[in-house]
Nanobody, 124 residues
């Protein structure tokens, strides 16, 4: 059973940056495709970014492309989400997700494991 633990959330002003981390345990990290989702207040959870286990497939939501960067360090069993130029509409609980497959997309049902989430609040 894979366990995911996110960290790095917090409160920042608009235009600021945060880096989220997600550490995976209990599985073979190099065989997990890793993604990030977010859920804003009153909204459904939405796709943010994904990186395949080989690292050669990366996908971003339109709302974050050019501002957010997903990366992974297989030696540390960790996936990161670097968030720059943050906007108030980026305020949400951010979730790390893992899929036991070589590629995954935007659908939540493509992911087998989920973290507990970390809060990101961006003030104007």
């Amino acid at each position: 059973q894979v366990q995911l633990v996110e960290s790095g959330g917090g409160s920042v002003q608009a235009g600021g940056s945060l880096r989220l981390s997600c550490v995976a345990s209990g599985g073979t990290f190099s065989r997990l495709t890793m993604g990030w989702f977010r859920q804003a207040p009153g909204k459904e959870r939405a796709f943010v970014a994904v990186k395949s286990w080989s690292g050669d497939y990366i996908l971003y939501a339109d709302a974050v492309r050019g501002r957010f960067t997903i990366s992974r360090d297989n030696a540390k069993n960790t996936v990161y989400l670097q968030m720059n130029s943050l906007k108030p509409e980026d305020t949400a609980v951010y979730y790390c997700a893992a899929a036991s497959r070589s590629y995954s997309g935007r659908g939540q049902n493509e992911y087998n494991y989920w973290g507990q989430g970390t809060q990101v609040t961006v003030s104007s």
